[in-house]
């Protein structure tokens, strides 16, 4: 052959031959000896044993099959290096023929593909890793994974993976399949510190070390023994580094032979960390949100809350798990308004249907209904909704709905069970204020009683003893007005501000009053009407005692309707802003009225119609509605019932005394106030 040619056929890149048209080789371009590191004239005769015994068969039945054919072939087959490591070659064939067309040689070119199969490799095994992360596989496992992805692209190395634990600065091992546990257990030894492993972590920067036994920086480290002893030559850490650049982990490969990167070796270790990098940083991101989904779902179950979106043009509703629960729909079913409206308790579907209205008009709201299960049990929700745009600009409604049936539950409890406590304090310290009151009038009129009977057998003594009936006549006259004093102490008492004056909304005290009566009212089948005025003017006075005269005007409507069972029981409460400039609260009853009594008399001390009745009620609440500088009154509905009023001015005089003077109040016959 020219020496022209043969130094070209070295030139190519990659191991020339050729052979006879029977197949016997005749030819090894220089670079196929060095290559094998076989002599040109042993390997001509020799060739086979420098292929892979496991690739051999194959490549001899497509070499046979092109030598048959006349075909060019090709095949991919392990060639052994000088040094006895095997990489992969493609092998071409390709017959030469002469001008008659007649087969004349075989020509062969065998190109190292060893870093094109190793990087197809990692890139099939890349694939295979994230799709195990998107399939929400364990995290050591993933990267038990791609440790041997490593260990099967590289001859000879062992590769491991430490994990930084979330929101600590603390690794810990995770993965090294190819390594004992004891040797693992040196690297991640914290008193072996200065070792290449923390250094990458620390410093964020790849270790390479190409040597360790001569690498000058390890010298004195106290882990070089450690893997002297199992055999490590070289050792490489790579940081594997989060996309904001935070430490996540170490990913280390040893190999038993000194070893200096390839070009190869660079972007393995680049893929690797890349990888690793994904792996740890979805992984964890998908550890923290499921946890705080967990977290989410446990919060919601305590809370019994759930959520749904509404798109309000196609009317499409999709519910959360918990929202099923509530309303008892099976999941599967998409939901529907029809479902909701038959859930939906009667007495609430016209203020459901009013809500349905409000989100037409894309504004936020707070809302409240109840639910009639099957079961005829009953449920209270609560929605907060929130209008915003989807993503095509479409109106769209996000809502938390809340069980709140155990809240509205204790709630009504305790509403009864406050009102049950006003009904026995009042009654008790009507019982304890009777006894007292006893004890004290008594006195003074037994007093009375001895004294007048004293005077008269005085008077009708023979000769009337005057001196002495004139002096019982003075006692008698002094008990009468000891009998007073007590008279006007008591109502001091009542009448006594010691409270706070401060402004009321008039409006706010009659509400919370309601309040307590709500369930009182349902109780007793009465049913409410209130009429609250619009911007009613503050008033100063005592807020609480305004509230007791409220209170004594519901409890006597109340007491007043126990008995009616021919017409509705109604209780209408209503405030007004008069127009002397005075701020009215009227309660009215469908209750029995007065009858032919003077309906000025209930606000005398001591006047009740009532078997159990103290007649105190009233003129304790005229005491206090004096003391307001206000007036109170009492009249009869034509159409039936009572209607019971104070009026406290707005602008009063500045009170200096702790008692009302004078009980200017009014007293006649009106009209049913005019509610809504
Ligand atoms: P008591 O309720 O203990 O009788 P009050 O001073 O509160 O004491 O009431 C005095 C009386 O006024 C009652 O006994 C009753 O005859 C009459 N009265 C009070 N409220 C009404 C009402 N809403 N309808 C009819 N009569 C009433």
């Known amino acids: 052959m020219e020496i022209e040619l043969l130094q070209v056929m070295d030139a190519l890149p990659g191991l020339v031959w050729t052979a006879l048209p029977d197949g016997q080789v005749d030819f090894l371009s220089r670079s196929w000896c060095e290559y094998t590191g076989i002599n040109a004239e042993i390997i001509l005769q020799h060739w086979q044993d420098a292929i892979h015994p496991d690739d051999l068969p194959e490549l ?127 690297i991640m030894d914290a008193s072996l510190a200065s070792e290449p492993f923390l250094s990458a972590a620390q410093s964020t920067k790849q270790v390479i070390v190409t040597d360790l036994l001569s690498d000058p920086r390890w010298e004195h480290c106290s882990w070089r023994p450690v893997a002297e002893k199992r055999g490590i030559r070289a050792y490489w850490s790579i940081p594997v580094v989060s996309a904001s650049g935070k430490v996540m982990g170490v990913c280390s490969i040893y190999y038993d032979n000194h070893r200096t990167p390839v070009p190869f070796d660079h ?88 809500m349905l209205d409000r989100q037409q008009r894309a504004l936020d709201y707070e809302h409240e209904y109840r639910l009639l299960m099957p079961d005829q049990s009953i449920k209270y929700m609560h929605v907060v909704a929130h209008a915003t745009k989807d993503s095509s600009g479409q109106l769209e409604y996000i809502a938390a709905i809340q069980d709140v049936t155990e809240r509205r539950r204790s709630e009504v409890a305790l509403i009864e069970a406050r009102s049950e406590l006003a009904r026995v304090a009042r009654a008790s310290s009507f019982g304890v204020l009777t006894a007292s009151i006893a004890h004290e009038v008594n006195q003074p009129l037994s007093g009375i009683i001895t004294n007048a009977s004293t005077c008269l057998r005085m008077l009708g003594a023979d000769p009337p003893n005057l001196e002495g009936a004139c002096e019982t006549a003075r006692r008698t006259i002094r008990d009468g007005n000891r009998a007073s004093d007590v008279i006007k102490r008591l109502r001091a008492l009542f009448g006594k501000t010691d409270a706070t004056m401060e402004s009321v909304d008039l409006n706010e005290s009659v509400s919370e009053i309601i309040t307590l009566f709500r369930s009182e009212l349902h109780r007793s089948r009465v049913a409410l009407q209130m009429e609250l005025a619009a911007s009613l003017p503050l008033i100063t006075g005592d807020r609480v005692q305004l509230q007791q005269v409220i209170l004594n005007f519901i ?71 004096d003391n307001h500088e206000g007036h109170i009154w009492a009249t009869a509905n034509k159409s039936g019932g009572a209607t019971f009023s104070f009026a406290i001015p707005t602008h009063q005089k500045q009170r200096k005394g702790a008692f009302g003077r004078s009980a ?6 009106t009209d049913m106030p005019k509610f809504k």
Request: proline letters at 5%; aromatic letters at 8%.
């Open 60 to 186: 001899l039945e497509r070499w046979g099959a092109g030598l048959a054919s006349g075909e060019p072939r090709e095949v991919d087959a392990r060639l052994r290096r000088f040094d006895g490591e095997y990489r992969w070659f493609l092998i071409r064939t390709r017959p030469i023929v002469d001008a008659t067309g007649r087969l004349v040689k075989w020509c062969g070119l065998n190109t190292d593909i060893e870093d094109r199969r190793r990087m197809e490799a990692l890139l099939a095994g890349e694939t295979e890793l994230l799709e195990m992360v998107a399939g929400g596989r364990p995290m050591p496992l993933i990267l038990e994974w791609l440790c041997r992805l490593v260990e099967s692209v590289t001859v000879g190395c062992y590769c491991s993976i430490a994990v930084m634990q979330p929101g600590t600065t603390r690794l810990e091992h995770c993965a090294a399949p190819g390594l004992p546990r004891e040797f693992i257990g040196s």
């Open 267 to 354: 972007g393995l270790i680049e893929q690797i960390s890349r990888i690793a990098s994904v792996v740890v940083e979805r992984t964890q991101n998908d550890a923290t949100l499921r946890r705080s989904e967990a977290f989410l779902a446990e919060t919601r179950r305590l809370s019994s809350t759930g959520g749904f979106t509404k798109r309000v043009s196609t009317g499409e509703i999709i519910w959360s798990e918990e929202v099923y629960r509530m309303f008892e729909f099976d999941p599967n079913r998409p939901v529907t308004l029809d479902m909701i409206r038959s859930r939906v308790h009667p007495e609430d579907r016209l203020s459901f249907e009013d």
């Open 555 to 625: 409890l006597n409507a109340l007491e007043a309707m126990g008995g009616i069972d021919d017409r509705p029981r109604q209780l209408f409460v209503k405030t007004e802003h008069d127009a002397d400039e005075s701020v009215r609260v009227s309660v009215a009853d469908t209750g029995p009225g007065f009858g032919t009594d003077d309906p000025a008399r209930v606000f005398d001390a001591f006047y009740t119609t009532k078997p159990g009745g103290m007649g105190i009620g009233l003129s304790v609440s005229k005491s206090i509605i």
């Open 664 to 669: 200017s109040w009014v007293a006649g016959v």
